[in-house]
């Protein structure tokens, strides 16, 4: 696996929830190319609870939904929006697991509609959330102009992430 460069850190004004490293209250994911799927590894944490020691399935739909945004960053080198989601939570995640394990990858392309298949396991590697997102992506000209995006690329070693 390689990392994926955050093509964002550093920029004034990023504050994203989802992966923005500096966001005290977001979630602060990293992301790594593995073949066709984007990976991320994320540890659970209490504050993110809904139940007692249960990690909350509206935090659970954030990680989903980021990391098939990071499937549009990295494997389309462009930006967009979601425009639906449809979750499965299967079983759910304790928020004192390790770490969880997401995974995502493109299922279609429809011109400008992407559809991404996202999956969430606890730390014994079980099937607990699911998701398929159709994202929007926009134009090379609109992700440089309104996004401020220009490429995403990866760090040159192999590296097994670390939680």
């Not at 977001?26 to 190319?33: L, Q």
């Not at 990690?55 to 549009?72: K, N, S, T, Y």
Request: aromatic residues 12%; proline residues 2%.
């Amino acid at each position: 696996m390689k990392k994926i460069i955050n093509p964002w850190k550093g920029f004034e004004g990023y504050n994203c929830f989802g992966c923005a490293p500096t966001n005290e209250a977001g979630v602060k994911m990293e992301f790594y190319e593995d073949g066709d799927e984007i990976v991320s590894l994320w540890k659970p944490r209490s504050e993110y609870q809904g139940w007692i020691n249960t990690l909350h399935g509206g935090i659970q739909a954030v990680l989903l939904d980021e990391i098939c945004a990071w499937v549009v960053l990295r494997k389309l080198q462009t930006t967009g929006v979601t425009s639906k989601m449809e979750t499965r939570y299967r079983k759910s995640i304790a928020t004192t697991d390790a770490y969880v394990m997401l995974r995502a990858s493109i299922k279609e392309v429809k011109r400008n509609l992407v559809l991404i298949e996202a999956r969430l396991y606890n730390e014994a590697g079980e099937l607990c959330t699911e998701a398929v997102c159709t994202y929007f992506t926009f134009s090379e000209e609109k992700a440089k102009a309104e996004m401020f995006f220009k490429t995403c690329e990866v760090e040159s070693e192999e590296i097994l992430p670390l939680i």
